[in-house]
């Protein structure tokens, strides 16, 4: 017929995945030359986007209507975006073949991934964060290092800063301090700070009122504690930080702690860029030992309701998840499966400082929960940093950022009432 070209003989079906950078990032050319081979059918197209510019461009591709048949996102972009906006294939339809369940996978329900009984995403790992000191500044300090084997409370927590924040040369100014804690208003820096609430007890959203979670005794007296430890241990400047600021603080030998370590800084990261970095990994303190914290996260797989080929883009599930390939991502990014299965049988520990990351990590697994699943997740968690920030600058009282925080959380709230 006029005007109509022959279809290319065996054409490939293109999928196009984004990742993150650095969420296994590095086993991907491994992957991509395995999965094609064994479906010579398919081509991948992968992007992979730098974390700092991740949100803007899934923003840009949700508005174009381009996104990619399959992605690698969070649980507060699930949240806030996809299911209010209808986006995701369920994938109930595909699951119980190569150990896809939700019985093999307890990350699907423990991270939220599940939506009015259906499941919309498949964590990529099981990230279970521990704290981790600096060998030497303790040594330099007298101070013995933190247990391994149980958490410090808050009150043991504050007796070792106090002994760690020291200034060696009497200038009157500390030359080590005990830890930072971010205080940028972004989302990044509240999953640290918000991990501190947690282990007292109180949530930044009550999910079963709907409602504001910190303004009450509980809450105020952690923020307190916050106010006073970042006065006395924490360095200068600290309240404006975000994540990657803390770390490397950290690497810098600034402060001698750090929160939300995971094993690919021990196995990889670290002994790689920053050989001389001497580090032992120890369990986080907790105002109750029984209660969780935001140490647990996990990335996840989604497919969206743009992809046309959706059995091919199951495809990749089947293969991405299957005991080979855990094996690879295991050994190449550090990554533990989330699988129960496979779990922990393919990150070998080559020094005795990974292996007890590897126990260290074992032990905090009961006392770890993820954030809260809420479209209003990163809106309500971005203007309660806001508020603590004010409070850590004294431009408010504890009493005031929080109860300001909860006005405007709870207005916000209300729009999903019915969530």
Known sequence: MVGLSPSPINAKT????????????????????????????????????????????LATAIAADTLPDICLSYIGWIAGWYYPNNLLVPLDQFMGKGGIT???????????????????????????HFDVQNVDMFKRAGVPLMPQDHPLSYKEFTEVSKKLTQD???????????????????????????????????????????KFGLNNPTGLETLRWLLDYDKKYSPPGDVGTTGI????????????????????????????????????????????????ATYGTA?????FKSCENREDAWRWFQFYFGEENQKISS?????????????????QAETEVQKRALEVMERIK???????????????YELTMS????????????EKALADAEIRANEILEKYKDF
Request: net charge negative; hydrophobic share 35%.
């Open 14 to 57: 293109k999928l196009k995945i984004w990742l993150e950078a650095s969420e296994g990032e590095e086993a991907l050319p491994q992957m991509e030359k395995k999965f094609e081979k064994e479906n010579p059918d398919l081509d991948i197209d992968w992007f992979v986007v730098p974390w700092s510019g991740h949100l803007e461009r």
């Open 102 to 128: 939700k019985e093999n996978i307890p990350g699907i329900e423990k991270y939220h991934y599940t939506y009015k009984g259906k499941v919309y995403a498949i964590p990529n790992y099981e990230m279970i």
């Open 168 to 210: 060696f040369n009497g200038d009157g100014t500390p030359d080590q301090y005990a830890r930072a804690y971010p205080g940028a208003p972004t989302m990044g820096a509240a999953t640290w700070t918000y991990s501190v609430f947690r282990t007292s007890g109180v949530d930044v959203i009550d999910m079963e009122n709907n």
């Open 245 to 292: 600021d803390v770390q490397n603080l950290f690497h810098e030998g600034i402060v001698a702690t750090m929160a939300r370590a995971w094993l690919g800084q021990i196995f990889h990261m670290w002994p790689e860029n920053y050989p001389d970095l001497n580090v032992e990994p120890a369990m986080a303190p907790r105002w109750n030992r029984d209660k969780g």
């Open 299 to 303: 990335a996840c797989y989604v497919m």
């Open 331 to 347: 050994n190449i990014g550090g990554l533990p499966s989330p699988r129960k299965d496979v779990a922990g049988k393919y990150i």
């Open 366 to 380: 009961p006392y770890t929960q993820s954030e809260e699943c809420h479209p209003a997740y990163v809106e309500v």
């Open 387 to 398: 508020e603590i920030q004010a409070a850590r600058l004294g431009i408010k009282s504890p």
